[in-house]
Nanobody, 124 residues
Framework: QVQLAEFGGGLVQAGGSLRLSCAAS????????MGWFRQAPGKEREFVAC????????YYSDSVKGRFTISRDNAKNTVYLQMNSLKPEDTAVYYC?????????????????WGQGTQVTVSS
């Protein structure tokens, strides 16, 4: 079992950057694929990015590709989401999640563990 906690959300102007962190408890962090999802007000939660167990493979949604970068440090049990060139439409609660699925899971149903979320607000 793993527990997740996100950090780094906040208020930023359009065009700015934020770096989210997600710290995981437990000694089996490297056994999980890790993903980031987000949920904007009045919308369903959507996939943002994921990385495989080793961190070598990465996958992004089209809406963030080229602006966001996911990475992980297995020695620190932490996954990151670097967000650049932020837009008002990136405003959402951002969640990190852990999955036993091999490869690059992109569906919510493939993730068994979730953090509590962190708010990101981008002003225009």
């Amino acid at each position: 079992q793993v527990q997740l906690a996100e950090f780094g959300g906040g208020l930023v102007q359009a065009g700015g950057s934020l770096r989210l962190s997600c710290a995981a408890s437990g000694r089996t962090f490297s056994s999980y694929a890790m993903g980031w999802f987000r949920q904007a007000p009045g919308k369903e939660r959507e996939f943002v990015a994921c990385t495989g167990r080793s961190g070598v493979g990465l996958y992004y949604s089209d809406s963030v590709k080229g602006r966001f970068t996911i990475s992980r440090d297995n020695a620190k049990n932490t996954v990151y989401l670097q967000m650049n060139s932020l837009k008002p439409e990136d405003t959402a609660v951002y969640y990190c999640a852990a999955s036993w699925v091999l490869g690059f899971p992109r569906l919510e149903s493939e993730y068994g563990y979730w953090g509590q979320g962190t708010q990101v607000t981008v002003s225009s």
